[in-house]
Nanobody
Framework: QVQLVESGGGSVQAGGSLKLSCAAS?????????MAWFRQAPGKGRDFVAS????????FYADSVKGRFTISRDNDKNTIYLQMNSLKPEDTAVYYC???????????????WGQGTQVTVSS
């Protein structure tokens, strides 16, 4: 079993930056899992943000964050990151880390989820 713990959320003004972290534990080969970030705004469904394959060689982004967000990972630390720049009020959401055997934008492809961290962007 894999446990995922997100951190780094908070409140920021529009145009600001935040860096989220997601630490994986509980399974020695968790470093070989593809991982992703999703987000859920109030009253809306959970949306794909970005994904990264197990080696970090391949990354994928939702159009809404492309050029502003960067996903990365440090397998020695079993941690992935989401650097968020030029934040907009519409980025306000709970951000979830997910792990699985795919870099798909389909949340059903991910078998492990964190508890989420709140990001609030004010105008």
């Amino acid at each position: 079993q894999v446990q995922l713990v997100e951190s780094g959320g908070g409140s920021v003004q529009a145009g600001g930056s935040l860096k989220l972290s997601c630490a994986a534990s509980g399974r020695t080969f968790s470093r070989y899992l593809d991982m992703a970030w999703f987000r859920q705004a109030p009253g809306k469904g959970r949306d794909f943000v970005a994904s990264i394959n197990w080696s970090g060689a391949y990354t994928f982004y939702a159009d809404s964050v492309k050029g502003r967000f960067t996903i990365s990972r440090d397998n020695d630390k079993n941690t992935i990151y989401l650097q968020m720049n030029s934040l907009k009020p519409e980025d306000t959401a709970v951000y979830y880390c997910a792990a699985g055997g795919s870099t798909s934008s389909d949340q059903n492809q991910y078998s492990h989820w964190g508890q989420g961290t709140q990001v609030t962007v004010s105008s």
